[in-house]
Nanobody, 122 residues
Framework: QVQLVESGGGLVQAGGSLRLSCAASGRTVSESDMGWFRQAPGKEREFVAAISNSGVITYYADSVKGRFTISRDNAKNTVYLQMNSLKPEDTAVYYC???????????????WGQGTQVTVSS
């Protein structure tokens, strides 16, 4: 059984940066395409970014493109989300997920972490 544990969330001022980490245990993340999602209060969970199991292919939501970077270190069984130029609207609980990317570039999560809170103050 795989477990994903996110860390790195916190409170930051608008324009600041945070780096989220997602550490996997019980299964090697190199077998999975990995993704990040977020859920703001009163809103549905939304896709943020995904990376193929090799790390060669990445996808981003339009709202974060150019500001966020997803990466992975398969040797450390860890996936990262570097978030720059943060905005108040980025405030949400951020979830790491393991899943698959289909041929259309759509990410389908299969298992989740517990989430980490990111709060951006104006």
């Amino acid at each position: 059984q795989v477990q994903l544990v996110e860390s790195g969330g916190g409170l930051v001022q608008a324009g600041g940066s945070l780096r989220l980490s997602c550490a996997a245990s019980g299964r090697t993340v190199s077998e999975s395409d990995m993704g990040w999602f977020r859920q703001a209060p009163g809103k549905e969970r939304e896709f943020v970014a995904a990376i193929s199991n090799s790390g060669v292919i990445t996808y981003y939501a339009d709202s974060v493109k150019g500001r966020f970077t997803i990466s992975r270190d398969n040797a450390k069984n860890t996936v990262y989300l570097q978030m720059n130029s943060l905005k108040p609207e980025d405030t949400a609980v951020y979830y790491c997920a393991g899943g698959t990317i289909d041929t259309r570039g759509t990410y389908a999560p299969k298992y989740w972490g517990q989430g980490t809170q990111v709060t951006v103050s104006s």
